[in-house]
Every structure is written in C-alpha cells, then in structure tokens.
C-alpha cells in the first residue's frame, strides 16, 4: 500500500465482501438448519456443485437452499452428525484444497438454537460466521503515553508468516468461550500468567466484518467468510513482559502509538489484527472526531451487520 | 416497559427507523447539495408539500428528489443562504409545529463538501444528521468497582421532564467540536471545570441510530432523524462531584453498575441516554459475550450505518 493508506483502507481490506443490496447474496445458498428458517451461513453455487452431499441434507436449487435434514429426535446431534459424515467424505476425496486434506478443531454455529459444531476449516465452505478473540497488551504512563505489546509472527507460520499480530489471539473453539480462548493463548504465546489474565484482561467489544476469499487467501476463491473477534483489553505493568513460549511467535516489541500506525500503514499487520489496532485507537482517544475525517465511516464498518443469525432465535 | 426489558429493547427504542431494504427510502425525497449526488437527508412526501419552498431550490416530485441550487459562486454561501430564508419563510407562517415558532442554534451538515449550516429545529424536517457529545463520568474503586455520575433532569424541562441523563450531554453546534460542546456543557450543567475536563475527558467512539418521529416526539410525525452521538468517558477522583448549576439538572446520583441497570429497564433514562450508557458497558467489560445473548446485535446495532453521508466525498 502506498504511503497515503488510510485506516478505512485497512478495514476494507479485511471487510472486502460488498454490501448486501438485498440482491448479493440471492445468488449464493442459503444455509439452513432443522426447525429453523434462518440463514447460518452463504454457499457458493459452485461449492454446492462440488459437496459430496448425503442425505442428511436437501438441496433446493430453484429456491438456493441448502437444508440440514432433521434425521433424528435431538436436533443438535443429527446436525452435528450431518456436517461431520460430510466434511470426512469432503476430506477424504480431497475435493476442496481449502481444507488441506486435514481436520481441524471445532467450531460452533453461534446462531442456532441449539448446539452445532462443524470442523474450522469446513466453515468458510459453508459460509458461517468464524470467531476469534484478540487481546491487546498495553502499558500507560503516568502522563497517559500508551505503548502496546505488538508480536511478530514467525517466519513458519502457515498464514501471515513474518507479519505483526494482536498481542495475543486465536480462533474460538466450539467449547471455550471467547475468554478461555484469550487466556489459554495469552499462556501459550506470550507467556502471561493465567491468573494475572483472568484478573486484569477485559472485555472491550466486539468487531464484525465479512471477508471474501481470493487467490491472497489460498483455496477456493469467492467464498463468503463472516467473522466476529471479540476484544479484550490488558494494561500491563513495567515489570510485565511477554516472552515467546511457542513457536507461533518470534519476537514482541513494545511501540509507542506513532510505530504502532507507521507499521499499519505499511500493511506490515495481519489484516483483521489492523482492525483490532483501529478498534483499541478509538476506544483510548487516539482516533477522534477532530483528527479522523472517516472517523463515523470507521465506526460503523468495524461493527458491520452481519447477514447471517448471531444469536439463538427467541422464544 | 415491563420487567423483561432488554437492552435491545432500549436500542430499539430509538433507533426506531427501519432498515433500509432499498425500498423503504424511496418514497421519501433525497436532499441534495449543489455539486454533490449524495444524499445529505430524506424528506417525508408532505414535508415536502408544505415547504414554502423559494426560487433557490428545484424540486422534482418525479426523481423525489430536493436539489439546493447553486445561486452563486460560493456554494457554501449559497446553500447557507437558502435554508436559512426558507426556514425563516417557515417560522414566520408556522407551517411546522416542530420549528416552535422561532429559531434555533445552526447545526452543521457534517457529510457536506463545504460548510452548510442549518437551524437545530429544522434538521429532523430535512431529515438531517444531529450530533449530539455525551460525556460519562465515573469513578473506579481499588478493586475496579465503577460507579457512575447519573444526573436528573430538572421537572420543568421542555423534553423528557425528571428522567436520567448522560452525566453531561449536548447538541453539537456548528461552530463547535464535539469536545467543545462537552467542555461548555460540563461546566454549565455539572459544575466541572474547564482544565480538568480538558486535561481527562477521552473521546471513546461514535454511536450511530436512526430514529423516526411519533406522537411521542411532538410535532409532525414519521420524520427520519438519523443521529450521531460522540462518546466522552472521564474517572473522577472521590474528591470530585458534579454539581448542577443551570437549571437544567436537578440533582446527581453516584450509583453503582446495578443501580444504573434498574433504572435503565425502569426506562427512567432519556432514551438516547441508554444507549451511551449501554456502549460504556460493552467497553468497561459490564456486557460481555458470556452474559448477554444479544452482544453481537448490541454492538452492530449502536453502530448502524447511516444511509447518508457521514464526511465530504473524497477527491
């Protein structure tokens, strides 16, 4: 990106799947669970081509549907069931490089109405609204100087190698909360005491944003890729540094504001970890009205509606 | 409201103008600026017939669209100078009941190319973004306790007479910044000078909402209000206690997180007060994932994207 990047521009990078004009997405295949009219996830049509579908499912190609099938009396195990027999025949055939031949933990469908799990790397095929949790590390001085913990990934890593991340963050398994998440990673990455995470870490908020997958991304192409990252907040002490335990992460600096956004700029952060800085510069004033002409713009696309249910429906 | 109150049902209660589905809008007419195709407001179809519109305007009842003209060199001037002689045409023959007969501060069009200001009164029948700053102010145990400097309302207020407030709040004049406004506000409603607030005031984010006028608000009804509120947070030391001195507050209550919850499903707040109120829960870690259902839809829905213009177009 050239010099004059601008924080929008960062957010449209990873908030790249275009509005819904309520026409968008009447071509994708809405996903949709037993007992439940609601839209979980967008499929591709070529992705419904492909899927070695059994019969567990019903596809309606007239009206662009794909039906999880109530094939028993519990309607969580039948759908958990469902996506399962499917991934392991997708999996095994090798049909969709996206999933690498491999499986993958478990994540849940979190706007349905009663437990559904289906493996990570499977989601984006499906359309479903992926979740991370991000916690940014930070130090503030007695006159209000805010300096963050930024790691930089290591040169092996599969995605993103080389590049800077949140302080700590990692994808929400289907059976931590987003909590959990942050203080088992806080652990493993940066080697932060559980019992100082749990104390001090709190939550901030939560990011919205749909990407689109496209030949940067690896895989299929096009795919619809929802995702919330819920944000959580330490103020570290001096005495306080986080070290490298795993191998995820080579080094952490600890950069004022003024580093933090020249490396932003130079698209030298993972793309949603850039969201997660601009979300952090609004909520401790260093983005603002008065410095920020998109500062509304930036607001309202970091918390984007999702089109796919977020919560249990009710009553 | 009852007991069940939630607080997407406080949201709710003023973003209360459905989602645009890209019909919604299309019988209301667009406000457009000289040299400028985006919309700056959108007029109800009778606002628009009894406007005693002037030659400084073209109205076309086909493209439902109202085009400020450009009458001089300058189209800030121009623009400026056009509103204001049809408002005053307004006032004088009292047309609206929600002018009041008489006139207001000017308010800015933020998404404008060049200065347009407008008086307050007025904005809601153009169907104009208001801004409003809302300050919070809070002090923190030792052991992270976060009580909240709640304000009543003096009984004779013109609009929501008795009911809780933002600690300090204000409509955001055209010639002020949004901290401007809560510097002025905070020292005329609560007493707090001017060198602390400037010194510890933070800016915290922008709340977005799209209300509509009813019998509730007075005045003509069905109006599209869309608004912005500029979030300020401010921790005061014990020593520290607002006082009211306008008349505009009765009294101020130091209240804990659950007292200030009760009143809010009491629906004692000012309505847009509940929302800065809920936005600074999200960010203090008092509504979190694990405690409430509807954490996603709470966050996008403070952050509704406007339909439009939020800053001058680029380029």
């Known amino acids: 990106m050239s010099r004059r990047t601008k924080y929008?521009?960062?957010?449209?990078?990873?908030?790249?799947?275009p509005e819904d004009d309520g026409k968008l997405y009447s071509s994708f295949y809405k996903l949709l669970l037993p007992d439940d009219p609601r839209a979980h996830g967008f499929m591709l049509p070529s992705?419904?081509?492909?899927?070695?579908w059994t019969s567990d499912f019903a596809i309606d190609h007239i009206a662009r549907r794909v039906?999880?099938?109530?094939?028993?009396?519990?309607?969580?195990?039948?759908?958990?069931s469902a996506f399962q027999k499917l991934i392991d025949s997708a999996i095994d055939q090798d049909i969709f490089s996206i999933l690498h031949g491999q499986h993958s933990e478990m994540y849940r469908i979190i706007g349905a109405n009663y437990p559904v799990r289906l493996e990570r790397f499977a989601s984006s095929l499906f359309g479903i609204i992926?979740?991370?949790?991000?916690?940014?590390?930070?130090?503030?001085?007695?006159?209000?100087?805010i300096r963050i913990w930024v790691p930089r990934r290591s040169a092996h890593m599969f995605t993103y190698p080389g590049m800077?991340?949140?302080?700590?963050?990692?994808?929400?398994?289907?059976?931590?909360?987003?909590?959990?998440?942050?203080?088992?990673?806080?652990?493993?990455?940066?080697?932060?005491?559980?019992?100082?995470?749990r104390r001090d870490a709190k939550s901030c908020g939560v990011?919205?944003?749909?990407?689109m997958s496209d030949p940067g991304s690896g895989g299929e192409q096009g795919l619809v890729c929802p995702d919330l990252i819920y944000a959580f907040d330490i103020e570290l002490?001096?005495?306080?540094?986080?070290?490298?335990?795993?191998?995820e992460v080579q080094e952490f600096y600890l950069w004022d504001v003024e580093q933090v956004k020249k490396a932003m700029f130079r698209a030298e952060f993972k793309p949603n970890c850039a969201l997660v800085m601009i979300d952090f510069f609004i909520r401790h004033g260093i983005i603002r009205e008065d410095n920020e002409e998109d500062f509304v713009e930036i607001a309202t696309r970091l918390h984007r509606k999702l089109p796919i249910a977020t919560a249990p429906s009710k009553g």
């Not at 002490?237 to 191998?247: E, F, Q, Y």
């Open 130 to 145: 992926s979740r991370g949790a991000h916690l940014t590390a930070y130090t503030c001085s007695a006159s209000g100087d």
């Open 67 to 80: 039906q999880v099938l109530n094939t028993g009396s519990d309607l969580s195990n039948a759908s958990i």
């Open 237 to 247: 002490g001096d005495g306080v540094v986080p070290k490298p335990r795993d191998d």
């Open 47 to 52: 992705t419904v081509r492909k899927m070695p």
């Open 207 to 211: 990011l919205t944003y749909m990407g």
């Open 164 to 197: 800077l991340d949140s302080t700590v963050a990692g994808g929400v398994k289907a059976e931590d909360s987003p909590f959990d998440c942050i203080v088992h990673e806080a652990d493993e990455e940066a080697s932060l005491p559980e019992e100082l995470v």
């Open 8 to 17: 929008l521009d960062l957010i449209k990078n990873c908030d790249s799947s």
